[in-house]
């Protein structure tokens, strides 16, 4: 381990309001440290772990998608030389108990951390990594512009470096541009040296600066001439033929600096939201944004739920997934709102298969799983095709069961019949106690039985008025009643159309 460099930090909390408090509790570099990243969640943390090296890694205990518990006996297990330090709060202790098993220097309770105690806590972690000396910067550090970037993006205000930044910057307006990696993560440094020299060695009266690397994403600085913006946005365009699979966000100029973290948070993430929709625009601009867009479209729950239980799968299947490809076209919806959407479907899709009668255990873990996917998804053309995933594993779903579910219904139809055919038994009344519309229930029962459902019932009747004429002397009449029949000549009508007697021949030919 080298002595006297600065001690590499890593911070992991999905609450980024934490990650940037933390971020800005001292100055790190005076004190000896170095942020050389930031997760959200244990499985990022991991993908960035063997870029930026940390020897210390500071993390939250409850994280989606991988906690901190996991995260550390994963770090621990990979990388022991890592030492870890735990974020919880008050009710979390069995999680802590645990992480001390991996080996974690300490926990902070988030409600008490402060800057004096997570440094002591650092200072701790430091001391337990082998000939480690940190490299304390004496006197104060100027804050570098990484820093004073992060402070304005978080929502802080910077008092400090004031006339170093117009030193630095001497031209009257600024530009965020950020380059999407996403695609070809291993470009990075050749996409920096692209940018650098497109503006910087190719462009008079332009200063561009690299500000960080953020989730595949990197993030430049531009200080220009206000009326140079058509000229930057060709530049780009030329960068972007250079770089196929890389795509470019460029903001419109803003006059001041201190401007830069709100441009960030909203103009910034706008054009980013729009590339999630349109992930193959070489160059997004903010003039993309400027498109009217109506509401997006009801989801018509009800029509889906009649037209399953009607077993008109194809039909429902092909709405939801037209349903989900019509929002894809919806730029201005919230990402987190467009995947919500999504997950809602899958669960609701999930809801209704079983309570037509289908078994969907395997279906729920395809359920959790798909909306997994689509929380993780980097593009709505993505997110479309998990859902297009999850109606494929719902109609195996059905397709599996189908000849036994159909005979599991016609059972309980023809149960009900047999147990009520005795009292003035209607269709209408039936598909009304079975949850259906009496004509797809006439449909149905034509469809999975031999006899039409008037038929059936009659030739139900008849066996039981048969049986009592073999088995009783109870009068013809009072054996019409008894099988559901309350006019009596049409009982006799019925009887001989079955039998080819009417009920006194069939009795008396019985006696003989």
């Avoid at 790190?28 to 930026?52: D, P, R």
């Avoid at 100027?142 to 117009?166: C, H, M, W, Y």
């Avoid at 009801?298 to 239980?309: A, R």
Wanted: charged share 25%; aromatic share 12%.
């Amino acid at each position: 381990m080298t002595v006297g460099e600065p001690c590499r930090v890593m911070i992991v909390d999905d609450e980024t309001l934490i990650r940037q408090g933390i971020k800005h509790y001292f100055n790190w570099e005076e004190e000896g440290f170095q942020i050389v990243g930031e997760a959200a969640n244990g499985q990022e943390a991991l993908e960035l772990i063997s870029e930026v090296k940390p020897h210390i890694l500071i993390t939250d205990i409850v994280m989606p998608i991988m906690d901190g518990e996991e995260l550390t006996k994963i770090v621990k297990e990979k990388y022991p030389h890592i030492e870890v330090i735990v974020l919880s709060s008050f009710g979390e202790f069995d999680y802590v108990r645990s992480s001390f098993q991996h080996g974690v220097v300490d926990y902070i309770l988030k409600p008490k951390l402060d800057a004096q105690i997570l440094l002591e806590v650092l200072r701790t972690a430091v001391k337990r990594i082998p000939d480690f000396q940190v490299l304390k910067q004496n006197g104060t550090t100027p804050a570098s512009l990484e820093q004073l970037v992060d402070k304005l993006i978080s929502g802080f205000e910077i008092t400090e470096n004031i006339e170093e930044i117009r030193t630095l910057f001497p031209y009257d307006s600024f530009i965020l541009l950020a380059a999407d990696i996403a695609n070809v993560p291993t470009v990075q440094e050749e996409v920096k040296e692209l940018i650098q020299w497109a503006f910087q060695d190719q462009m008079d009266d332009t200063i561009c600066s690299f500000l960080k690397v953020e989730k595949e994403r990197l993030l430049f600085l531009l200080n220009v001439e206000a009326n140079i913006y058509s000229h930057v946005v060709e530049t780009l365009k030329d960068c972007s033929k250079r770089q196929a699979k890389v795509g470019f966000l460029l903001t419109d100029p803003f006059s001041h600096f201190h401007e830069v973290g709100d441009v960030y948070r909203e103009s910034l993430s706008k054009l980013n939201q729009y590339r999630f929709y349109y992930p193959d625009t070489p160059v997004t601009l903010q003039s993309d944004l400027e498109m009217e867009q109506d509401s997006p479209p009801h989801f018509n729950l009800e029509w889906v739920t009649e037209e399953l239980k009607r077993e008109r799968f194809d039909s429902a299947f092909h709405y939801l997934y037209e349903h989900g490809q019509t929002l894809t076209t919806y730029f201005t919806i919230d990402v987190q709102e467009f995947k919500s959407l999504f997950n809602n479907m899958i669960f609701t899709l999930t809801i209704l298969v079983r309570n037509i009668g289908y078994d969907v255990k395997e279906l729920e873990k395809q359920k959790y799983k798909s909306m997994r996917l689509i929380d993780e998804a980097q593009t709505a053309k993505k997110v479309l095709s998990d859902l297009e995933g999850f109606i494929e594993e719902a109609k195996r779903c059905i397709v599996e069961q189908q000849p036994s579910i159909e005979n599991q219904n016609m059972k309980k139809l023809l149960s009900y019949i047999a147990e009520n055919y005795m009292k003035p038994l209607t269709l209408t009344e039936v598909a009304k106690y079975f949850h259906f519309n009496p004509s797809y229930l006439s449909s149905y029962f034509t469809n999975h039985n031999k006899e039409g459902f008037s038929e059936y019932v009659n030739k139900i009747r008849i066996d039981a008025a048969i049986k009592l004429l073999r088995t009783s002397s109870v009068p013809i009449s009072d054996i019409s009643a008894q099988v559901g029949y309350s006019d009596h000549s049409y009982f006799c009508k019925v009887f001989k159309k079955a039998t080819g007697y009417s009920p006194s021949q069939y009795r008396r030919k019985l006696l003989k």
